[in-house]
């Protein structure tokens, strides 16, 4: 019987499989590297061990120092959680040959799966339907568009779609590139690219005793860069389509018994709007995604993972779904300029009305969340801060308590994708059901990216951290602390104070009257309270509160307006912090993989200069405009800070 697990993993995940375990009474041992030494997932472990070094590849990816630390630890099981190792057949063979408890399939159903190659071969063999596996070397204009995927891992690394012949070659360098990184194997294969199209997968469990389990579909078909951002169960389209439901089970139970698969895994397909599917691929771990699944069906599936690793029984029968419940996935990135992703310190994170962490909420909302304030997100790791999760009757119901949620969220220090959920949570397409993997092309990705206060909500927004700011001054002052901020006995001009938001600087002027405060531009706004945290204004008979807080080169704006995010300027710039025209800045910490001009070189707009590594991503820096490369600051191999200059580009005259 398991009495100790070791997580070989780090984040909400690890936080995930700890919370069941105390929950069972088992005891929890965590790992971590230098970046995570403060962690939450280490902190609510019973015992931590340390992997020295920050990069996965000398962390999280070491079997042996895993294997080890679970030895020093005490711990008797080791449960993969997802990503890393999780799929690696190699360190589950380890594990019990170590004598200790894999929580986990059989290491030849993870070998029958880790190549995606393989695993179509043998899907086929089973009467699973599958695309056509295609020969990179062998392509031709009649089988484009393709799409290029890492044959030993998943999450969109090392995935690339190319639409014509000339890029094949620097597609595939590029996603046998990051395959390498992520997984430790550049092999790369491709099949028929499907512009539109829906991704349904089913949760299989599987015990040592015969019994296997389709529990329920999820649908995962909205996507960025083939990852993805928001999922549910059931599926709207399984709904939709007779018959559907029971052909995916069927076929997600052939994948598993054609392989001896024990635990838990997931058959993913890629499904038409007929109920046409198509197998794409079998995770052989626990997948991101399955909160949803619990909440819909009540099963904790991490303790049913541990049971059978146990040697226990499954039910004959899984239990029947009930209502519904969708998820999304709250990174740390910047949807409107590429997706990029953000590092630093996470000053403020608060979800409101969670009804349950890490477990089944009886209704509401779940949050499965790695991180917590205070916090650095570091660029070593996947940006994914957290898992937010509602559960509802209905769908629609279910959609709009997860962007209720979501909207009144108190988020600061990193650029989130905060804003683009609710956007996609609120949208007529998505309420409706129409969600294929193409929902970011046809509704729009700078729409749906847009903030969610507007210019007029923002304006009044900048008005509220003036008044807060005014209000900090005036309650730190040493001296005649309770005079008015600004006030002269003879108004003669009024408080300025600037804010930059992204590439526009706004003004705020206000003067203290005896009648108030009169703010520029504003006829119509009154201030009802003004204090360093909390304003409340009354605009044109309409009395708004707005709650401000202040970090180190930040001002955050919280409101039912939206969250505004901003940058107070200097009254009188340091000289030193200018840099030249034309300069190409680091967007984020990372490492320098490729460099592909010289200095001297001419290049045109959006010619691909350099490329960074950071968050698993490789991110490609283009030149702003036509003109000569003046300065080339880094070289390959470099480690760069953000803010870094890796370029000068100085236009033609």
Same mark, same amino acid.
């Given at each position: ?5 070791? $997580? ?5 995940? +690890? ?122 070397? +062998? ?12 044959? +030993? ?100 139970? @052939? ?130 801060? +957290?898992? $937010? ?27 989130? @994708? ?210 000569? $490369? ?24």
């Amino acid at each position: 019987m398991i009495t100790t697990v070791l $997580v070989a993993n780090r984040g909400e995940i +690890a936080r995930r499989v700890f919370r069941t375990c105390r929950n069972l009474g088992i005891g929890t041992v965590a790992v971590h590297s230098d970046a995570d030494a403060t962690a939450p997932h280490v902190a609510e472990a019973d015992a931590a061990v340390h992997l020295p070094g920050n990069a996965a590849g000398d962390t999280y990816l070491r079997a042996d120092l895993l294997i080890e630390a679970a030895r020093t630890s005490g711990a008797d099981a080791i449960h993969p959680g997802y990503g890393f190792l999780s799929e690696n057949a190699g360190f589950a063979r380890a594990v019990i040959d170590a004598g200790l408890t894999w929580v986990g399939p059989p290491p030849a159903a993870i070998e029958a799966m880790g190549s995606k190659i393989e695993s179509k071969r043998l899907m086929a063999g089973a009467g699973v339907p599958v695309l056509s596996e295609l020969d990179p070397e +062998a392509l031709t204009e009649a089988d484009l568009p393709v799409l290029v995927k890492a044959s +030993a891992g998943g999450g969109g690394r090392g995935m690339r779609v190319v639409r014509t012949l000339d890029e094949l070659p620097a597609q595939l360098e590029a996603a046998r590139s990051e395959a390498a990184s992520a997984f430790g194997d550049p092999t790369v294969f491709c099949e028929p690219y499907l512009a539109t199209g829906r991704h349904v997968e089913v949760q299989v469990l599987a015990d040592a005793h015969g019994t296997v389990w389709a529990v329920g579909e999820r649908e995962c078909s909205i996507q960025r860069r083939h990852q993805k951002v928001v999922e549910e169960a059931p599926s709207p389209l399984v709904e939709r389509i007779g018959g559907m439901r029971a052909e995916l089970f069927a076929a997600a139970r @052939n994948a598993a018994k054609a392989i001896g698969y024990l635990g838990a895994g997931t058959v993913e397909f890629l499904a038409d709007d007929s109920g046409r599917f198509f197998f794409l691929e079998m995770n052989t771990r626990l997948q991101v995604e399955h909160p949803v699944t619990e909440c819909v069906t009540g099963l904790d599936l991490v303790r049913l993972q541990l049971e059978i690793a146990d040697g226990q029984r499954l039910p004959a029968e899984p239990p029947p779904s009930r209502g519904h419940a969708i998820e999304v996935r709250l990174y740390a990135e910047d949807p409107a300029h590429d997706w990029r992703p953000q590092s630093g310190t996470l000053h403020r994170f608060e979800i409101p009305g969670v009804a349950a962490e890490f477990s089944v909420p009886a209704g509401g909302v779940r949050l499965d969340s790695g991180v917590a304030g205070g916090d650095v997100v570091s660029v070593h790791y996947d940006p994914m801060l +957290a898992k $937010v999760i509602a559960v509802a009757p209905t769908r629609v119901a279910a959609a709009r308590a997860l962007a209720g949620a979501l909207r009144r969220a108190r988020i600061h220090g990193v650029t989130t @994708n905060r804003e683009l959920l609710v956007r996609v949570l609120d949208h007529p397409a998505f309420l409706a059901g129409d969600t294929d993997t193409a929902f970011f092309d046809r509704h729009g990705l700078a729409a749906l990216s847009e903030p969610l206060a507007d210019k007029d909500a923002t304006a009044i927004s900048v008005v509220a951290a003036a008044l807060a700011d005014a209000a900090a001054n005036r309650a730190s002052a040493r001296v005649l602390g309770r005079i008015p901020s600004g006030w002269r006995n003879v108004a003669s001009q009024p408080q300025i104070k600037r804010y930059r938001r992204a590439a526009d600087e706004l003004e705020v002027r206000y003067r203290n009257t005896r009648t108030g405060v009169l703010v520029d531009g504003h006829e119509d706004l009154r201030v009802v309270e003004a204090t360093p945290e909390t304003v409340v204004l009354q605009v044109s008979g309409v009395r708004r509160t707005f709650r401000v807080a202040r970090y180190p080169g930040l001002v955050c704006v919280d409101s039912p307006l939206g969250p505004v995010g901003l940058v107070p300027v200097e009254r009188f710039p340091d000289p030193a912090s200018q840099v030249a025209a034309g300069s190409l800045l680091a967007p984020m910490p990372g490492t320098v993989v490729r460099v592909a001009v010289s200095q001297g070189d001419t290049v045109v707009a959006g010619q691909p200069l350099l490329w960074l590594e950071a968050m698993k991503m490789e991110h490609r820096i283009s030149a702003p405009a036509d003109g000569v $490369v003046a300065e080339l600051a880094v070289a390959t191999g470099d480690q760069v800070e953000v803010g870094r200059v890796l370029a000068v580009v100085k236009e033609r005259e």
